[in-house]
């Protein structure tokens, strides 16, 4: 089904591996175009609860895009490449209903650390780096990176990675707070899935609510808190809500449907 990607499905967790450890995993427009299929599944698919995007082998999540498809380009198709990929791939996994998380296996570097960006949050291995290196080649991201960076870390730090286009390593990501946990390579996938499988346990329709509100109050939305008043109001008329509150005051652990 995918050239690019390996995927698996077990326990609801929908692991996603983009398998190009010869190039790095770099993205290129097959990738791209994996990615958004896969995304739609994650999607679509009642089966996945919760979804994890990785790379294959031990040296690289994603390093970067593929320089060779830009060498082409001039600034309408430049603006195409990135408009397309947005849309299509990163876009889609920031707004996804479902939680998907990044685990950053090694250099996440360039559309690699935008595509981490792109995840709802990142653990990383200990030999991971991130970097957005664009400016050395008189580019700048063009996956969100600008933005979600500043978001993520703030003004001043987002400013110097840009510009300097330095790496940073996995203790620095953490204390930045780019990822969440820091863990050796072997741990990383357990690790992730520990969490997805505490999160799966929680209310699916609450959860995707509150993507949706963090996702507001990241791009400092206007309409934030009138919206988490209206979503917490929604909640109530859910049959989770019921289950929820109900399993509180029996003091037993709840049981949710997703409705």
Known sequence: ????????????????????????????????????????????????????????????????ADISEFTSL?????????????????????????????????????GGCELAMSCHFRLASENA?????????????????????????GKGKSMELM????????????????????VPQAELLPKVKELLQKIQSKAPLAITKVISCVNEAAKSDPNGFENEIKRFGECFDTEDAKEGTGAFLEKRKPVFKGK
């Open 163 to 182: 510009m300097t286009g330095d790496m940073i390593g996995a203790d620095d990501a953490k204390s930045l707070g780019l990822v969440n946990y820091v």
């Open 1 to 64: 089904m995918y050239q690019t990607l390996l995927t698996e499905l077990q326990d609801g967790i929908f692991t996603i591996t983009i398998n190009r450890p010869d190039k790095m995993n770099a993205l290129n427009k097959d990738v791209i175009a994996d990615l958004g299929k896969a995304m739609d599944e994650v999607y679509n698919n009642a089966e996945i609860k919760t979804a994890i995007i990785t790379g294959a082998g031990e040296k690289a999540f994603v390093a970067g």
């Open 74 to 110: 001039r600034g309408d198709g430049g603006a195409d490449l990135a408009r397309l990929g947005q849309s299509k791939v990163f876009d889609k996994i920031e707004n996804s209903p479902k939680p998907v998380v990044a685990a950053v296996n090694g250099f996440a570097l360039g």
């Open 129 to 153: 780096k991130f970097g957005q290196p664009e400016v050395n080649l008189g580019l700048i991201p063009g996956y969100g990176g600008t933005q979600r960076l500043t978001q993520l870390i």
